[in-house]
């Protein structure tokens, strides 16, 4: 007997649907990425998964720097909960994987060969006993300096590229009624500005020994009391309206020419181009005063939670794969003003800004002075960084504390585990 019309359509309607349910999956991604340049880069993200075919969730916990998204995530994988992807960096990565909640995913970096395509510095740090449990995004450089060139000219000012020059610069700023550095006073951006100094006055080996070693001796060195003086000269050129600002809305200062300038890393980038600024015309970007040599990096990564759904994991896997496909590195980066973690990726529609960035990594890996950024995660365990970012923090609010009284602060700081 033949199949009647209608029951023969619900038949292959019904196996339409299992091959949908077999293949779709939720996938719930933690991260912070909620200003203007950042939102479109997730943007891009969720894009990628739902080509897949997947349906995202998305978990966005704002706060520059992540501090708030971490104790989030924390409360959620305490009670089994955890997304299925979380943005987590660094050495904390290996602080996961220790509690054993993360999923291995080597065979999705074995199918794409993620050892070759990736430098050995960002696989290391994504891998836990030898196995991959993180996906790199992208790579960030930290020591820049943002400005605004018609609020320089206005002030008959020159870009600075020592800090001798930055506080003549500074002053002429100041006198022409611009506000000379666009500050956030929140601990993280105190730490940016601070470890950015800190490799400017005492370079790329003080910054090794101080702040990635913590070595005892460096941190209560002459140089180190030098940068802790440089650092608090800083903030004479900051606005009242400093303390707590978000480092996005002090990125519009530069854009608004209020402010003249910002030391922060290259996602501030991403904000003057979401605001429809030209590089090089609108804003310019140069390495910190006295880091040209240098550079701090700071990778975002995804680490992968263990999953107990067939079509979550595998919706998993695909966003695993799709973030290092060389088309989703370009995109993402455009938006997030970071250049590609995967090797290789061509740099043809990327600003200067982007391709100065990719050269100096290569350039500063050979030479040693590619290091990791404290205030971003790359370089301490998040219970030591937290630490220095409140020492660092109380000195930069204080308006008693000495720069030797400073460093003895600093130092207990650093021996928090
Ligand atoms: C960093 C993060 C960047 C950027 C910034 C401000 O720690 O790595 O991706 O978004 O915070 O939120």
Redesign the pocket.
Known sequence: MKPHPIRRTLAATAVLMLAGTASAGEIEVLH??T?GG?AKAAQALKATLQAKGHVWKDFAVA????DAAMTVLKSRVVSGNAPAAA?I?GPSLQEWAAEGVLANIDDVAKADKWDDALPKVVSDVMKHKGHYIAVPV?V?RVNWLWLNPAAFQKAGAKPPTTWDEFFVAAEALKKAGIVPIAHGGQN?QDLTTFETVALGVGGGEFYRKALVQLDPAALKSPTMEKVLATYKRIKDYTDKGAPGRD?NLATAMVIKGEAAMQIM?D?AKGEFIAAGKVPGKDFACMAAPGTAKAFTF???SFAMFKLKNEANTKAQKDLAAAILSPEFQETFSLN?G?IPVRLNVKMDRFDDCAKLSSRDFVDTAKAGTLLPSL???MAAAPATEGALKDAVSQFWNSDKMSPKEAMEKIAAAARTK
Do not use: M, T
Request: aromatic content about 20%.
């Open positions: 912070w990425w200003s950042e706060g520059g720097g992540g943005q960096k992208n960030h993280w480092w890393g996602w700071n990778v975002d997030k970071s205030a971003h995660g």
